[in-house]
Protein backbone atom coordinates (compact mmCIF):
# COMPACT_ATOMS: atom_id res chain seq x y z
CA UNK A 1 0.00 0.00 0.00
CA UNK A 2 1.46 3.81 -1.02
CA UNK A 3 1.56 5.84 1.58
CA UNK A 4 -1.64 7.01 3.66
CA UNK A 5 -0.18 11.01 2.93
CA UNK A 6 1.00 12.12 -0.41
CA UNK A 7 4.28 14.72 -1.14
CA UNK A 8 2.13 17.88 -0.55
CA UNK A 9 0.88 16.81 3.15
CA UNK A 10 -2.19 16.11 1.92
CA UNK A 11 -3.98 12.32 2.13
CA UNK A 12 -3.48 9.73 -1.04
CA UNK A 13 -6.76 9.12 -1.97
CA UNK A 14 -6.66 5.92 -2.78
CA UNK A 15 -4.17 4.59 0.20
CA UNK A 16 -6.85 6.65 2.38
CA UNK A 17 -10.18 4.72 1.07
CA UNK A 18 -8.18 1.75 1.40
CA UNK A 19 -7.20 1.49 4.97
CA UNK A 20 -11.15 2.70 5.89
CA UNK A 21 -12.39 -0.42 4.11
CA UNK A 22 -9.29 -2.64 5.35
CA UNK A 23 -12.17 -3.24 8.13
CA UNK A 24 -15.78 -2.51 6.61
CA UNK A 25 -17.67 -5.31 8.70
CA UNK A 26 -20.94 -5.30 6.60
CA UNK A 27 -20.93 -1.70 6.03
CA UNK A 28 -22.73 -0.60 2.92
CA UNK A 29 -20.69 2.00 0.43
CA UNK A 30 -21.35 4.57 -2.06
CA UNK A 31 -18.75 5.87 -3.79
CA UNK A 32 -20.14 9.40 -5.52
CA UNK A 33 -19.57 10.24 -9.14
CA UNK A 34 -16.07 9.97 -10.64
CA UNK A 35 -12.66 9.62 -8.64
CA UNK A 36 -14.51 8.24 -5.10
CA UNK A 37 -16.16 5.73 -7.18
CA UNK A 38 -13.01 4.94 -8.92
CA UNK A 39 -10.88 4.36 -5.22
CA UNK A 40 -13.84 2.15 -4.16
CA UNK A 41 -13.46 -0.17 -7.23
CA UNK A 42 -9.64 -0.24 -6.09
CA UNK A 43 -9.88 -0.37 -2.26
CA UNK A 44 -12.66 -3.32 -2.57
CA UNK A 45 -14.77 -4.39 -5.35
CA UNK A 46 -17.56 -5.69 -3.21
CA UNK A 47 -21.21 -6.25 -4.23
CA UNK A 48 -21.75 -4.18 -0.85
CA UNK A 49 -20.83 -1.11 -3.36
CA UNK A 50 -22.30 1.52 -4.84
CA UNK A 51 -21.20 2.52 -8.13
CA UNK A 52 -21.98 6.16 -9.28
CA UNK A 53 -21.24 7.04 -13.07
CA UNK A 54 -24.09 10.07 -13.26
CA UNK A 55 -25.96 11.55 -11.25
CA UNK A 56 -23.97 14.30 -9.69
CA UNK A 57 -25.02 15.62 -6.43
CA UNK A 58 -27.03 12.51 -5.18
CA UNK A 59 -24.51 10.62 -3.46
CA UNK A 60 -25.47 11.51 0.03
CA UNK A 61 -29.47 11.12 -1.09
CA UNK A 62 -28.52 7.78 -2.03
CA UNK A 63 -27.15 7.24 1.15
CA UNK A 64 -29.91 8.70 2.73
CA UNK A 65 -32.80 6.50 0.70
CA UNK A 66 -30.19 3.54 1.94
CA UNK A 67 -29.35 4.23 5.75
CA UNK A 68 -33.38 5.01 6.25
CA UNK A 69 -33.59 0.72 4.68
CA UNK A 70 -30.94 -0.72 6.60
CA UNK A 71 -31.11 0.90 9.89
CA UNK A 72 -28.76 -1.81 11.36
CA UNK A 73 -26.07 -1.74 8.96
CA UNK A 74 -24.01 1.56 8.95
CA UNK A 75 -24.16 3.60 5.84
CA UNK A 76 -20.80 5.40 4.35
CA UNK A 77 -20.67 7.66 1.57
CA UNK A 78 -17.40 8.64 -0.33
CA UNK A 79 -17.49 10.93 -2.34
CA UNK A 80 -15.79 13.92 -3.66
CA UNK A 81 -15.88 18.00 -3.02
CA UNK A 82 -17.58 19.18 -6.10
CA UNK A 83 -19.72 16.11 -5.95
CA UNK A 84 -21.10 17.41 -2.47
CA UNK A 85 -21.30 20.97 -3.10
CA UNK A 86 -23.28 20.09 -5.57
CA UNK A 87 -26.18 17.96 -3.27
CA UNK A 88 -24.92 20.34 -0.18
CA UNK A 89 -28.41 20.90 0.58
CA UNK A 90 -29.51 17.48 1.06
CA UNK A 91 -27.40 17.12 4.27
CA UNK A 92 -30.17 19.42 5.92
CA UNK A 93 -32.84 16.81 4.84
CA UNK A 94 -30.19 14.11 6.04
CA UNK A 95 -30.10 16.22 9.35
CA UNK A 96 -33.60 16.04 10.16
CA UNK A 97 -33.89 12.24 9.16
CA UNK A 98 -31.09 11.57 11.52
CA UNK A 99 -30.00 7.93 10.39
CA UNK A 100 -27.80 7.37 12.70
CA UNK A 101 -26.33 4.81 10.68
CA UNK A 102 -25.02 7.32 8.15
CA UNK A 103 -21.35 8.72 7.83
CA UNK A 104 -20.48 10.62 4.53
CA UNK A 105 -16.58 11.24 3.68
CA UNK A 106 -15.60 14.07 1.39
CA UNK A 107 -12.60 13.75 -0.42
CA UNK A 108 -11.44 17.18 -0.82
CA UNK A 109 -9.18 18.54 -3.54
CA UNK A 110 -10.25 21.11 -4.12
CA UNK A 111 -10.79 20.88 -8.09
CA UNK A 112 -13.11 19.54 -10.68
CA UNK A 113 -10.65 16.59 -11.08
CA UNK A 114 -12.18 14.39 -13.40
CA UNK A 115 -13.35 17.13 -16.53
CA UNK A 116 -9.35 19.21 -16.17
CA UNK A 117 -8.54 19.79 -12.74
CA UNK A 118 -10.42 22.74 -12.67
CA UNK A 119 -10.40 24.98 -9.21
CA UNK A 120 -13.32 23.95 -7.31
CA UNK A 121 -14.97 25.93 -4.70
CA UNK A 122 -13.17 24.53 -1.30
CA UNK A 123 -10.50 25.53 -2.41
CA UNK A 124 -11.52 29.12 -1.17
CA UNK A 125 -13.27 30.61 1.76
CA UNK A 126 -16.21 27.73 1.78
CA UNK A 127 -15.34 25.22 4.34
CA UNK A 128 -17.34 21.85 3.74
CA UNK A 129 -17.17 20.66 7.48
CA UNK A 130 -18.89 24.07 8.80
CA UNK A 131 -21.19 23.93 6.12
CA UNK A 132 -22.42 20.10 7.20
CA UNK A 133 -22.57 21.52 10.83
CA UNK A 134 -24.87 23.64 9.85
CA UNK A 135 -27.27 21.67 8.24
CA UNK A 136 -27.37 20.29 11.43
CA UNK A 137 -25.07 16.84 11.61
CA UNK A 138 -24.03 15.47 14.64
CA UNK A 139 -20.37 15.60 14.31
CA UNK A 140 -18.07 17.30 11.38
CA UNK A 141 -14.24 16.47 11.44
CA UNK A 142 -11.08 17.64 8.94
CA UNK A 143 -8.53 15.57 8.51
CA UNK A 144 -4.99 17.14 9.42
CA UNK A 145 -2.85 14.40 9.47
CA UNK A 146 -2.33 10.47 9.35
CA UNK A 147 -2.37 10.75 13.34
CA UNK A 148 -6.47 11.56 12.60
CA UNK A 149 -6.79 7.79 10.69
CA UNK A 150 -8.00 6.37 14.41
CA UNK A 151 -10.40 9.38 14.75
CA UNK A 152 -11.43 9.18 11.79
CA UNK A 153 -12.03 5.24 11.57
CA UNK A 154 -14.09 5.91 14.68
CA UNK A 155 -16.47 8.76 13.08
CA UNK A 156 -17.13 6.89 10.19
CA UNK A 157 -18.09 3.10 11.63
CA UNK A 158 -18.79 4.00 15.45
CA UNK A 159 -20.30 7.51 16.05
CA UNK A 160 -24.10 8.18 16.12
CA UNK A 161 -24.81 9.67 12.82
CA UNK A 162 -25.39 11.20 11.02
CA UNK A 163 -21.74 12.64 10.49
CA UNK A 164 -19.17 13.71 8.01
CA UNK A 165 -15.90 14.37 7.98
CA UNK A 166 -13.42 15.96 5.00
CA UNK A 167 -10.03 14.83 4.31
CA UNK A 168 -7.75 17.17 2.23
CA UNK A 169 -6.41 14.81 -0.32
CA UNK A 170 -3.99 15.43 -3.10
CA UNK A 171 -4.14 15.98 -6.57
CA UNK A 172 -3.19 12.39 -8.16
CA UNK A 173 -2.72 10.39 -11.49
CA UNK A 174 -4.33 7.53 -10.08
CA UNK A 175 -4.26 4.49 -12.37
CA UNK A 176 -8.10 3.97 -13.38
CA UNK A 177 -9.98 1.19 -11.67
CA UNK A 178 -13.50 1.16 -13.41
CA UNK A 179 -16.33 -0.51 -11.65
CA UNK A 180 -18.91 -1.77 -13.95
CA UNK A 181 -20.71 1.00 -15.84
CA UNK A 182 -23.64 -1.88 -15.92
CA UNK A 183 -25.71 0.27 -13.58
CA UNK A 184 -28.49 -2.42 -13.46
CA UNK A 185 -26.39 -5.52 -12.95
CA UNK A 186 -24.94 -3.27 -10.03
CA UNK A 187 -28.08 -2.67 -8.50
CA UNK A 188 -29.48 -5.86 -8.77
CA UNK A 189 -26.34 -7.61 -7.55
CA UNK A 190 -26.50 -4.93 -4.96
CA UNK A 191 -30.04 -6.31 -3.47
CA UNK A 192 -28.99 -10.06 -4.11
CA UNK A 193 -25.73 -8.72 -1.47
CA UNK A 194 -28.56 -8.42 1.19
CA UNK A 195 -30.65 -10.90 0.44
CA UNK A 196 -33.80 -8.91 -1.89
CA UNK A 197 -34.94 -10.15 -4.99
CA UNK A 198 -33.17 -8.22 -7.85
CA UNK B 1 -62.81 23.18 -7.09
CA UNK B 2 -63.46 19.40 -6.30
CA UNK B 3 -64.45 18.38 -2.96
CA UNK B 4 -63.51 14.86 -3.47
CA UNK B 5 -60.83 13.63 -0.71
CA UNK B 6 -58.16 12.00 -3.35
CA UNK B 7 -55.11 12.31 -1.11
CA UNK B 8 -56.97 9.65 1.08
CA UNK B 9 -56.88 7.80 -1.65
CA UNK B 10 -53.41 8.30 -2.72
CA UNK B 11 -51.92 7.66 1.30
CA UNK B 12 -54.32 4.45 0.99
CA UNK B 13 -52.20 3.40 -2.46
CA UNK B 14 -49.22 4.17 -0.35
CA UNK B 15 -50.23 1.70 2.45
CA UNK B 16 -51.37 -0.78 0.33
CA UNK B 17 -48.06 -0.74 -1.96
CA UNK B 18 -45.85 -0.56 0.94
CA UNK B 19 -44.20 2.58 0.01
CA UNK B 20 -42.35 3.08 3.23
CA UNK B 21 -40.48 6.54 2.48
CA UNK B 22 -41.70 9.89 0.69
CA UNK B 23 -39.39 12.49 -0.14
CA UNK B 24 -41.04 16.14 -0.99
CA UNK B 25 -40.65 19.66 -1.81
CA UNK B 26 -44.26 20.65 -0.78
CA UNK B 27 -46.84 22.22 -2.68
CA UNK B 28 -50.28 23.16 -1.56
CA UNK B 29 -51.68 20.35 -3.41
CA UNK B 30 -50.24 17.97 -1.20
CA UNK B 31 -50.79 19.55 2.22
CA UNK B 32 -53.38 16.55 3.40
CA UNK B 33 -51.75 13.84 1.36
CA UNK B 34 -48.18 14.77 3.34
CA UNK B 35 -50.55 15.35 6.36
CA UNK B 36 -52.00 11.86 6.01
CA UNK B 37 -48.62 10.43 5.45
CA UNK B 38 -46.75 12.34 8.54
CA UNK B 39 -49.50 10.76 10.82
CA UNK B 40 -48.85 7.27 9.50
CA UNK B 41 -45.99 5.56 11.63
CA UNK B 42 -45.70 3.37 8.45
CA UNK B 43 -44.06 6.03 6.26
CA UNK B 44 -41.31 8.40 7.08
CA UNK B 45 -41.72 11.79 5.22
CA UNK B 46 -38.79 13.17 4.33
CA UNK B 47 -38.78 17.48 3.45
CA UNK B 48 -36.13 17.75 0.66
CA UNK B 49 -33.83 21.03 -0.07
CA UNK B 50 -34.32 20.23 -4.45
CA UNK B 51 -36.35 17.40 -5.81
CA UNK B 52 -33.65 15.87 -7.55
CA UNK B 53 -32.25 14.75 -3.64
CA UNK B 54 -35.95 12.93 -3.88
CA UNK B 55 -34.58 10.39 -6.89
CA UNK B 56 -31.47 10.09 -4.72
CA UNK B 57 -33.45 8.58 -1.36
CA UNK B 58 -35.93 6.49 -4.05
CA UNK B 59 -32.73 4.85 -5.58
CA UNK B 60 -31.19 4.34 -2.26
CA UNK B 61 -34.17 3.25 -0.66
CA UNK B 62 -35.15 0.70 -3.35
CA UNK B 63 -31.41 -0.47 -3.32
CA UNK B 64 -31.59 -1.33 0.47
CA UNK B 65 -35.27 -3.01 -0.05
CA UNK B 66 -37.68 -0.41 1.24
CA UNK B 67 -40.39 1.44 -1.64
CA UNK B 68 -39.99 5.02 -1.73
CA UNK B 69 -41.71 8.17 -3.47
CA UNK B 70 -41.11 11.66 -4.65
CA UNK B 71 -44.63 14.20 -4.29
CA UNK B 72 -43.35 17.54 -5.79
CA UNK B 73 -45.13 20.14 -7.97
CA UNK B 74 -44.17 20.64 -11.19
CA UNK B 75 -42.14 23.11 -11.39
CA UNK B 76 -39.47 20.80 -9.53
CA UNK B 77 -39.84 18.80 -12.28
CA UNK B 78 -37.14 21.17 -14.03
CA UNK B 79 -34.89 20.01 -11.02
CA UNK B 80 -35.00 16.25 -11.83
CA UNK B 81 -33.73 15.82 -14.99
CA UNK B 82 -30.85 14.37 -15.24
CA UNK B 83 -31.33 12.84 -11.68
CA UNK B 84 -33.84 10.37 -13.89
CA UNK B 85 -30.67 9.00 -15.06
CA UNK B 86 -30.77 6.77 -11.91
CA UNK B 87 -33.35 5.02 -12.40
CA UNK B 88 -33.15 4.79 -16.51
CA UNK B 89 -29.63 3.56 -16.04
CA UNK B 90 -30.18 1.13 -12.66
CA UNK B 91 -33.22 -0.51 -14.08
CA UNK B 92 -35.08 0.42 -11.26
CA UNK B 93 -38.42 1.63 -9.64
CA UNK B 94 -38.82 5.59 -9.10
CA UNK B 95 -42.80 7.02 -8.50
CA UNK B 96 -43.32 10.39 -8.88
CA UNK B 97 -46.52 12.15 -7.26
CA UNK B 98 -46.59 15.92 -9.36
CA UNK B 99 -49.32 18.44 -8.45
CA UNK B 100 -49.47 20.71 -11.12
CA UNK B 101 -49.31 24.32 -11.85
CA UNK B 102 -49.64 26.33 -15.02
CA UNK B 103 -52.62 24.80 -16.13
CA UNK B 104 -56.51 25.20 -15.73
CA UNK B 105 -56.54 29.22 -14.26
CA UNK B 106 -53.10 29.80 -13.63
CA UNK B 107 -53.03 33.24 -12.42
CA UNK B 108 -48.90 33.17 -11.98
CA UNK B 109 -47.69 33.61 -15.54
CA UNK B 110 -44.01 32.14 -14.31
CA UNK B 111 -45.98 28.74 -13.29
CA UNK B 112 -47.08 28.16 -16.75
CA UNK B 113 -43.63 27.42 -19.29
CA UNK B 114 -42.49 24.59 -16.73
CA UNK B 115 -46.43 23.41 -16.63
CA UNK B 116 -46.37 23.01 -20.26
CA UNK B 117 -43.40 21.37 -20.29
CA UNK B 118 -43.26 18.63 -17.39
CA UNK B 119 -45.12 15.75 -19.78
CA UNK B 120 -42.98 16.49 -22.16
CA UNK B 121 -39.70 16.63 -19.89
CA UNK B 122 -40.90 13.38 -17.83
CA UNK B 123 -41.29 11.82 -21.57
CA UNK B 124 -37.86 12.27 -22.89
CA UNK B 125 -36.58 11.28 -19.75
CA UNK B 126 -38.32 7.77 -20.18
CA UNK B 127 -40.80 8.09 -17.27
CA UNK B 128 -44.67 6.88 -18.04
CA UNK B 129 -46.74 9.40 -17.66
CA UNK B 130 -50.31 9.48 -16.18
CA UNK B 131 -52.20 12.71 -16.41
CA UNK B 132 -55.00 12.87 -13.84
CA UNK B 133 -58.23 15.45 -14.63
CA UNK B 134 -60.55 13.69 -12.39
CA UNK B 135 -60.18 13.92 -8.40
CA UNK B 136 -61.71 10.20 -8.32
CA UNK B 137 -58.93 8.90 -10.64
CA UNK B 138 -56.25 9.85 -8.88
CA UNK B 139 -55.86 7.11 -6.37
CA UNK B 140 -56.44 4.69 -9.29
CA UNK B 141 -53.54 6.19 -11.02
CA UNK B 142 -51.31 5.79 -7.88
CA UNK B 143 -51.66 2.26 -7.36
CA UNK B 144 -51.44 1.42 -11.51
CA UNK B 145 -48.33 3.85 -11.60
CA UNK B 146 -46.73 1.83 -8.30
CA UNK B 147 -47.61 -1.80 -9.46
CA UNK B 148 -45.26 -0.40 -13.17
CA UNK B 149 -42.81 1.13 -11.47
CA UNK B 150 -42.27 -1.64 -8.28
CA UNK B 151 -42.97 -4.49 -10.65
CA UNK B 152 -41.36 -3.33 -13.79
CA UNK B 153 -38.56 -1.47 -12.41
CA UNK B 154 -39.43 1.54 -14.01
CA UNK B 155 -39.54 5.16 -13.64
CA UNK B 156 -43.65 6.78 -13.45
CA UNK B 157 -45.01 9.88 -12.51
CA UNK B 158 -49.01 11.18 -11.72
CA UNK B 159 -49.25 14.25 -12.85
CA UNK B 160 -52.75 15.95 -10.81
CA UNK B 161 -54.16 18.71 -13.06
CA UNK B 162 -54.98 21.81 -11.42
CA UNK B 163 -58.57 21.50 -12.67
CA UNK B 164 -58.55 18.72 -9.51
CA UNK B 165 -55.96 20.73 -6.90
CA UNK B 166 -57.79 24.38 -7.58
CA UNK B 167 -55.86 27.40 -9.20
CA UNK B 168 -53.65 29.54 -6.41
CA UNK B 169 -55.88 32.52 -5.59
CA UNK B 170 -54.18 36.05 -6.43
CA UNK B 171 -57.45 38.44 -5.86
CA UNK B 172 -56.28 42.34 -7.03
CA UNK B 173 -58.74 45.11 -6.14
CA UNK B 174 -61.94 45.16 -7.97
CA UNK B 175 -62.23 41.40 -8.18
CA UNK B 176 -65.08 40.03 -6.08
CA UNK B 177 -66.11 36.63 -4.61
Redesign the interface.
Known sequence: MSDLMAKDGRFDRRALVAQLLQDRGDALVVGGLGASTWDLAAADLDERNVYLWGGMGLACSIGLGLALAQPKRRVLVFTGDGEMMMGIGSLAAIAAAAPDNLAILVLDNQAFGETGRQTGLSAGPTDIARMAEGAGLVETMTLGTAGDLPALKELLYERSGPVLAVAKIALTDDPLVLPTNNGAAMAARFRAALGLES | MSVYDWPRDVHAAFRSKAV??I?TVPDAGLTRLLDLCHADDAM?V?????E???????????????R?ALAMQSSGVGNVI??L??PA????PCLMLVTMRGQWGEANGWQVPMGRATPEVLEAMGVTVYSVDHAEDVGEAVSAAADMAFHGGIATAVLIGQRVIGAKAFKTKGEGR
Open positions: RQGSMTLTRDEGIGLVTGAWLGGEANASLVLKI
